[in-house]
């Protein structure tokens, strides 16, 4: 069955530094895939989206790479701050419309 | 959160009540979505619109429906709510019919006891 994997547990991280997140899937060809922000009790907020012909995205100080041999897309955030604190979500599209989402990672940037 | 409400924003109910849940948008993209979040899981479809009076059926749609009236409006019931629809309900919207770049409400808080 189709498959999108999120690191569960919660990636702590030092203001300044550069957060890493991963996003991993399996039974699945997408056409392009999405990365959203959520803070708690609101909704997701789209930040970038990437194309499965395209390698790399960037956006301020968000880079996101994308490896359909790896099957993976990361999400850079470099010189973090406490305000990047929220959970990351990835979403894989497909040709045919359908849309999967992963269930996230939380992300920590302590001071 | 680009001019998607959501209401009731918070609801307590009993099982076997029906719920309806609405969503409302002054962008006037054609594409609406309803979607559930539960933890440790990534956001599931329940149905979608891509037009006026046009519904279809996502991954979870089993125990609701939807009607779309007005380009506007996009309305969530839940015919006989369960403990097992106690979640959270976002509502988003989209110009794309392939998904892409979608906005979310601020989302309903449900609990079916």
């Known amino acids: 069955s189709q498959k999108i994997e999120q690191n569960s547990e919660a990636l702590n991280i030092q203001e300044g530094k550069t957060a890493t997140l991963t996003c991993n899937y399996t039974?699945?060809?997408?056409?392009?895939l999405q990365w959203y922000r959520q803070d708690p009790g609101r909704g997701p907020v789209f930040l970038l989206l990437?194309?499965?012909n395209e390698k790399e995205k960037r956006k301020e100080r968000l880079k996101v790479t994308f490896d359909t041999t790896l099957k993976q897309s990361l999400f850079h955030i470099t010189a973090s701050q406490p305000a990047d604190s929220a959970t990351y979500l990835c979403?894989?599209?497909?040709?045919?419309?359908?849309?999967?989402w992963g269930a996230g990672t939380k992300l920590i940037i302590k001071p | 959160d680009a001019g998607i409400t959501q209401s009731p924003r918070h609801k307590v109910t009993e099982t076997g009540t029906p719920v309806t849940l609405r969503c409302h948008q002054t962008?006037?993209?054609?594409?609406m979505y309803w979607y559930r979040q539960d933890p440790g899981h990534g956001l599931r479809l329940i149905h979608y619109?891509?037009?006026?009076?046009?519904?279809d059926k996502g991954e979870v749609s089993d125990g609701y429906s939807v009607s779309r009236s007005k380009t506007e409006d996009f309305l969530l019931t839940l015919e006989s709510a369960t403990s097992s629809q106690t979640s959270v309900y976002f509502c988003?919207?989209?110009?794309?019919?392939?998904?892409?770049?979608?906005?979310f409400g601020p989302g309903t808080r449900l609990l079916v006891l």
């Open positions: 979403a894989l599209g497909r040709s045919n419309y359908q849309l999967i």
């Open positions: 962008e006037n993209h054609r594409y």
């Open positions: 988003a919207i989209s110009e794309s019919e392939a998904q892409e770049t979608q906005y």
């Open positions: 039974n699945y060809s997408p056409a392009y």
């Open positions: 619109s891509y037009g006026v009076k046009d519904t």
């Open positions: 990437i194309r499965e």
